[in-house]
């Protein structure tokens, strides 16, 4: 692990380069921001970790009010639980025997839930349940539309009857599966720039969702199932729909690049950019600028950074450790050797996980000063 960028009491400008650096004052507000519109909708919140992989924030977001979070890997769901998370959902399938074991076991510590999407999922993950004496509330993907992984409504119905069978037996012990909910995510539906087609996708979505529901209790399963799903371009939609009870948004917190060139439904409410790369400018010459954060320091399969309050200044390229900038308009000026820029990436999951720390700023990027340093506990915990 790289030793931390900086300690806390740093100055912003004693940061060094590259680093990873939120902004507090704006994470907060987005946190809460999320939290309270949860609150107001009467539904659940579980944001989803895989985003940061970091135990102190996820331990902040329960603080105020989620019910737990979301993480895609078995690795992460070690890690953060480790770090004291105690309410886990795995929102993805987990096939292999021996990750299953570790999921059975870690479900013994904390509360685990698990999506499934074949029988051989689930005959599995009762096997391994069974043999940890443990219990694990099970969630069956429903495809509503993005093609990925997720069964149709038809299949859902017998995926349900099978995970019922595998129940925990009545009384104060035993070991099973607890069939909980139907998980329903649209993860290109996030990422539509207009409104218009980010509303048409989720109605889609409810459409699937709802089948789904009549044919598990046409199946003769009558148990309340949860549907849990949503992300930062669209929760708002499936808040309102009436059919999901929890939201796992994730990118709220952060807000990247790429969210933030969606048109904003326009009774969604507001997030800001609170995830930076410091860069420092190591070249330069008359025509453009290159800064000491390339592809290893922030992730660009979204799209390239953007530039911090730098409007008349555009990122045109990226390699292993360099970014190139020019000037948008011929006239606008270009920093000095040495200058600080900071990047808004385009994707923050990714870029999250390129890092070891991230680097908690108080009073802004200008004049604040580092609060706390948190480590990315499940960085690189891909398994």
């Known amino acids: 692990m790289r030793p931390a960028p900086a300690a ?7 940061i060094d380069t590259p680093a990873l650096v939120v902004d507090l004052d704006a994470f907060e507000r987005n946190l809460q921001t999320m939290a309270d519109f949860a609150r107001a909708h009467g539904v659940k919140l579980r944001p989803h970790a895989k985003m940061h992989k970091c135990a102190a924030i996820a331990l902040r977001q329960m603080a105020l009010g989620a019910v737990g979070v979301c993480v895609q890997k078995t690795g992460e769901a070690e890690a953060l639980a480790a770090a004291g998370v105690s ?4 929102s993805n399938e987990v096939i292999a025997p021996a990750k299953l074991a570790r999921l059975a076991a870690l479900a013994r510590r904390v509360r685990l839930a698990i999506t499934v999407d074949s029988a ?3 005959d599995r993950l009762a096997r391994a349940v069974k043999n940890a004496g443990s219990t694990v509330d099970v969630f069956i993907e429903i495809d509503v539309g993005q093609g990925r992984c997720g069964v149709s409504p038809e299949q859902a119905a017998a995926l349900a009857r099978q995970v019922d069978a595998h129940a925990l037996p009545p009384g104060p012990a035993g070991a099973g599966l607890h069939l909980t909910g139907l998980q329903a995510y649209h993860g290109s539906a996030q990422h539509y720039r207009s409104a218009a087609e980010r509303a048409a996708a989720v109605e889609q979505a409810v459409a699937i969702v709802s089948a789904a529901r009549a044919a598990i209790s046409a199946a003769g399963i ?3 199932l949860i549907v849990t799903g949503a992300g930062s371009g669209t929760f708002m939609l499936e808040a309102g729909s009436g059919v999901y009870g929890e939201l796992q948004p994730g990118s709220y917190a952060f807000l990247d690049a790429d969210y933030a060139r969606n048109t904003p439904h326009p009774d969604a409410p507001r997030f800001e950019h609170a995830l930076f790369v410091k860069a420092q400018v190591m070249s330069a010459s008359a025509a453009h600028v290159v800064v000491d954060a390339g592809h290893k320091s922030h992730a ?10 730098r409007e008349g200044l555009q990122v045109v390229g990226a390699n292993d450790e360099h970014c190139m900038l020019k000037p948008r308009v011929e006239v606008a000026a270009l920093p000095a050797l040495g200058d600080t820029l900071w990047l808004v990436p385009g994707h923050c999951d990714p870029t999250v ?9 108080r009073g802004g990027l200008e004049c604040g000063a ?5 480590t990315v506990d499940a960085r690189g915990r891909l398994d």
């Open 353 to 361: 996980n390129l890092h070891d720390h991230l680097i908690a700023v």
């Open 300 to 309: 660009i399969e979204s799209g390239l950074p953007t530039v911090w309050q």
């Open 8 to 14: 806390i009491g740093d100055s912003v400008a004693a």
């Open 87 to 90: 309410d886990i959902f795995v």
């Open 120 to 122: 051989l999922g689930i």
């Open 222 to 224: 009558d148990a309340p």
């Open 370 to 374: 580092v609060e706390a340093v948190w």
